[in-house]
């Protein structure tokens, strides 16, 4: 018999864990149990609508799903529909690969205020993901405030200042687009505690703020940092052209002068929020100064405020605990050796390491844990796999979605396009099951 395999989840750490099992022992099966009728996680719900360009690595995602000893069970939730510990009865190898998709909270006074949502759900609902399809954020406002100096901030402020043209060739869902085009929002605040020289942002994607057709980027020349040198110290020599590189951006913002553009992006640095004000909703926010020496961050006393009726923390993410696995509460993953969590159980990803990188940082999760497998089980496989795991959904009349079936649903995404728009997303998992079987009577 040969090995099986089951992965938790569809995102990129599964999809380079698959490629690597299947390179690495062609006969083995290795099985996706996806939660979602739809593969690829956070590349279709997080990376932002306007950036087709980067979704486009699901193709190479695709090669591996569609390889013969490959199968999805989408629409299948570990801890919902089966339980973890069920699952490993089943398969010689348990992949965790679930990602970090809960916000870190923001802990100041004021912070459960209508009008604050984190950005995994803000980014969430913008990208039509099920889980948030209901989240209906009041725009009315003019000015919204985003915590945090990496690319989701940069993301974020981007989504909600572009223009319906420049959102024309992106899969905004429609009713996320009708209302951030049609909200008053004229001010984006990006606003970070620590210096420019610490802000996390990839150039490219700061760069682009500087080139949206509505918006002009606001930067204070003050805050821009005279000596790179002593700025930079701490960080290694790449880190720190790509820094220097970030604040060369941010002077060239800061000297840019307004051609008309009716709508801001402003960056501030040096400011930690302290408490979120207002009735029961957002009114304004109010921030401490901050300095950062020795490389600590520290108060200064000062304080000022910010109106807005809008906020979005992002300040990072944070994995949830799946039953019948360790959880390391403090630093919100999975406890695990390298990616061995105990015998037969592995993790990749964002549920392994925690919530950074790129897309590519995953694929050397997926290949240790490939070598891993390999390495561990090394007695006669034993296990049914699939097949068990079938007989189990079709007892408990779970309606999982098979590859076959995601590509209809994603035809159908693309044939109902309007426009330049690539697709137009389902947003609802009822909605998915619905095209795919009919609607019942
Ligand atoms: C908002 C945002 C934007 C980003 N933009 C970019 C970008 O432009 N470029 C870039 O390089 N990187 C970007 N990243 C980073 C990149 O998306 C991550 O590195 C990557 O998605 C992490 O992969 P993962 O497989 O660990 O998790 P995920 O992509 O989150 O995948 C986890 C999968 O597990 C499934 N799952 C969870 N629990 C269960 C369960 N109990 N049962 C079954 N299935 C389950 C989920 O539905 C999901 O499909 C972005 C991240 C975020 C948050």
């Excluded at 561990?376 to 049914?384: G, S």
Aim: proline share 6%; charged share 25%.
């Amino acid at each position: 018999m040969s090995l099986s395999i089951a992965i938790i989840g569809s995102g990129p750490a599964g999809f380079y864990t698959a490629d690597a099992l299947t390179s690495a022992c062609p006969d083995c099966r290795v099985d996706f149990i996806e939660r979602l009728p739809t593969p690829f996680g956070l590349i279709r719900g997080g990376v932002a609508p306007d950036h087709q360009t980067t979704k486009r690595v699901t193709k190479k995602y695709e090669n591996t799903a569609m390889m013969e000893q490959v199968n999805f069970y989408g629409n299948v939730e570990i801890g919902r529909d089966l339980s973890l510990d069920e699952l490993r009865t089943m398969y010689d190898a348990v992949v965790l690969a679930i990602g970090a998709p809960a916000d870190k909270k923001l802990t100041i006074p004021g912070a459960d205020k209508i009008g604050v949502h984190g950005s995994a759900a803000f980014v969430g609902w913008y990208n039509g993901h099920p889980d948030f399809r209901d989240l209906e954020p009041d725009l009315n406002t003019n000015a919204a405030v985003v915590i945090g100096n990496g690319n989701v901030a940069i993301d974020v402020a981007r989504v909600l200042l572009r223009s319906p043209d420049g959102m024309a060739d992106s899969d905004l869902p429609d009713h996320v687009a009708s209302r951030i085009h049609a909200a008053p929002i004229t001010d984006v605040h990006v606003v970070g505690r620590r210096g420019p020289a610490d802000a996390k942002f990839t150039n490219v994607e700061l760069r682009e703020m500087g080139n949206l057709n509505m918006t002009h980027p606001c930067v204070k020349a003050d805050q821009l940092p005279d000596d790179l040198d002593t700025v930079l110290a701490g960080y290694a020599e790449r880190d720190r052209r790509l820094r220097a590189r970030n604040i060369e951006t941010l002077r060239e913002f800061a000297a840019l002068e307004n051609q008309g553009k009716p709508k801001k992006v402003h960056f501030e640095f040096f400011a930690t929020p302290v408490e979120i004000m207002g009735g029961e909703r957002v009114e304004a926010i109010r921030f401490e100064r901050t300095t950062v020496e020795d490389g600590k961050c520290l108060g200064s006393g000062q304080f000022f405020d910010i109106e807005c009726g809008l906020v979005i923390p992002s300040i990072g993410y944070r994995s949830e605990p799946l039953a019948g696995a360790p959880f390391d509460d403090k630093q919100g993953i999975i406890p695990n050796d390298n990616g061995r969590i105990a015998p037969g159980l592995y993790a990749v990803g964002w549920i392994k390491r925690g919530p950074s990188g790129v897309i590519s940082s995953n694929r050397p999760d997926g290949n240790i844990v490939a070598e891993y497998i390999a390495e561990d089980i090394t007695a006669d496989p034993k296990r049914t796999g699939r097949d068990r795991l079938e007989a189990v959904l079709k007892e408990r009349h779970v309606r999982w979605v098979d590859y076959a079936d995601w590509k209809k649903l994603e035809a159908m995404e693309i044939e109902n396009a309007a426009g330049k728009a690539p697709r137009k997303k389902f947003v609802t998992v009822d909605d998915m099951i619905h095209a795919l079987d009919g609607f019942p009577n």
